[in-house]
């Protein structure tokens, strides 16, 4: 697992850890989101080994016992 930071649009900054796997990324952070504001597509900006990519939400589950687990997927620029 590595240590990562997530910016989602419209939320502050998360921090947690990654497992990351062809264009999907599992993401882990002791902090749960509301999921009103969490669910629906959103998009932002994931900070890992120290570099930056674009994502986008899959899915959000909170967990039993506080802290979440987001799928992402990332968001490849597209060719001009």
Known sequence: MTDATLSL???EPISGT????GDYIR???DTTLDEGQINGPHEG???LDGADERV???SYH?????????TLR???PSAT
């Open 9 to 11: 649009d419209g939320l």
């Open 18 to 21: 990654v497992e990351t796997g």
């Open 27 to 29: 993401f882990s952070a």
């Open 45 to 47: 900006q994931l900070s």
């Open 56 to 58: 986008v939400v899959e």
């Open 62 to 70: 909170a967990i039993e016992g506080g802290g979440c687990e987001i």
């Open 74 to 76: 990332r968001i490849t």
